[in-house]
C-alpha cells in the first residue's frame, strides 16, 4: 500500500471538506468546521510529505510506533524557520482548533477569515510543490474563495451579546492580531479592508450617509486609497516567474522561430511596450522616489499576458516583434 498516497487523498477529502462546512450559510458555526478539517487537510498533506522526504518512520513518535506525531510537531519540522509567515499562519489555527468550543462564537469568523483564506491559498500552493496536485482539479477554482461577513467586529455589541469572559478574550485577540496581519505579507492573512466611497448615484450606493455639521466625530472624505504594496507587488522579474510557473501549469508551450522558447524579461518588455502596460494604473505602479521610476505590476497584468499567449503560443512573440516599431500602441481595453 503507497502510506502517501493514502494520506494524500484522505488529505483532498478533507480540505474539500473545510471549504464546503465554511461557505455553507445553514452552518452557523462555521468557525469550528472550517478549522478542524483544514488542519486535518494540512497534516494529512504533511505526513504525506514526509514520507516521502524523510521516510515511513518520520511520522511516527520515536518511543511509541503506535502513534504519530501532531500536526504541531509535522509545521516544526517542514517549515524549519518559525518567522514564515506560512508557519505562523497554520499555529495561529491550530490555536483556534485548540481552543475550548466554549470561547468559539461566530463573530470569531470576522477575527479569522484572513488567516483561513490564507490558509487555503497557501494549501493549494504546498500541494501543487510537494505532490505535484492542482487542487483546482479537484474543486473549482470559483468555490476556493471563502465567503465573508459584510460586518465589522463592533466592542460594544461583543460585550453587550457575551459574558465579560468570552467578549474579553475575543476584543484582546482581535487587537493582537491586527498589527500582526499590517507586519506580515499574504501567506500569513489576506487583508480584508471596508473601503468607503463617495458617490452621487444613490442606486449604485449599498449604503447611505449624510453630512451633518454638528457631528462629533470629525472625518476626511478621501478619493482614493491604494497601497501599491498590496495592488502592484510584481516587479519584472516576479511577473516572467509567475508567468512561466502558470504556463507549465497550463501545459502552454511558447514557440518562437520554430523552437521551444521560455519566457523572458525581454519577452514581458515586448508586452509591455506592444499594449502600453506601463501607462495603464489598474497594470502598472510608477514609482517616482528616484530620479529613474521603477515599475512594479499587478496581478492583472500576470492574467492578461497569460491569457495573450494561450490565444496563440505558436505566434505570439514574433507578431509582437514586428509590430513593437509601430508607432501606435495595441489597442487593448482592461
Avoid at 27 to 52: D, P, Q, T
Avoid at 84 to 113: A, C, Q, W
Avoid at 196 to 204: A, E, F, G, V
Wanted: hydrophobic share 35%; proline share 4%.
Amino acid at each position: 500500500m503507497d502510506i502517501a498516497q493514502k494520506l494524500i487523498d484522505k488529505s483532498k477529502e478533507a480540505f474539500i471538506m473545510s471549504i464546503e462546512v465554511y461557505n455553507k450559510p445553514s452552518i452557523k458555526y462555521r468557525v469550528e468546521g472550517f478549522s478542524f478539517f483544514i488542519c486535518n487537510a494540512w497534516e494529512l498533506m504533511l505526513k504525506a510529505h514526509m514520507i516521502k522526504k524523510f521516510g515511513n518512520d518520520s511520522i511516527y513518535y520515536s518511543d511509541n510506533r503506535n502513534r504519530t506525531i501532531t500536526l504541531e510537531n509535522c509545521i516544526k519540522k517542514v517549515f524549519t524557520n518559525d518567522k514564515d509567515p506560512l508557519r505562523k499562519n497554520l499555529e495561529k489555527i491550530v490555536e483556534l482548533r485548540n481552543t475550548s468550543t466554549h470561547f468559539v462564537t461566530e463573530e470569531y469568523e470576522m477575527i479569522y477569515i484572513p488567516l483561513f483564506q490564507a490558509a487555503v491559498f497557501n494549501f493549494i500552493e504546498k500541494m501543487s510543490a510537494f505532490h505535484n496536485v492542482d487542487m483546482s482539479a479537484v474543486i473549482p477554482q470559483n468555490f476556493l474563495t471563502l465567503t465573508v461577513s459584510l460586518n465589522s467586529l463592533n466592542y460594544d455589541e461583543i460585550r453587550a451579546k457575551y459574558p465579560t469572559e468570552i467578549a474579553e478574550k475575543m476584543i484582546s485577540f482581535s487587537e493582537e492580531l491586527n498589527p500582526v496581519i499590517s507586519e506580515n505579507n499574504n501567506h500569513f492573512a489576506i487583508r480584508i479592508d471596508h473601503r468607503y466611497y463617495i458617490t452621487k448615484d444613490k442606486d449604485s450606493a449599498s449604503v447611505s450617509v449624510r453630512v451633518d455639521s454638528n457631528a462629533e466625530t470629525p472625518v476626511r472624505i478621501i478619493k482614493e486609497l491604494k497601497d501599491p504594496n498590496d495592488t502592484h507587488k510584481y516587479n519584472c522579474k516576479k511577473c516572467c516567474v509567475e508567468i512561466t510557473k502558470r504556463l507549465d501549469k497550463l501545459g502552454v508551450k511558447i514557440r518562437h522561430n520554430g523552437n521551444e522558447h521560455r519566457f523572458t524579461s525581454n519577452d514581458f518588455n515586448l508586452f509591455c511596450k506592444y499594449y502600453d502596460i506601463k501607462s495603464n494604473p489598474k497594470l502598472c505602479y510608477v514609482h517616482k522616489i528616484y530620479s529613474q521610476p521603477s515599475y512594479t505590476y499587478s496581478i492583472q497584468t500576470i492574467d492578461f499576458i497569460v491569457d495573450e499567449i494561450r490565444k496563440d503560443p505558436e505566434n505570439i512573440i514574433r507578431v509582437l516583434k514586428e509590430q513593437k516599431n509601430k508607432s501606435t500602441p495595441g489597442a487593448k481595453e482592461f
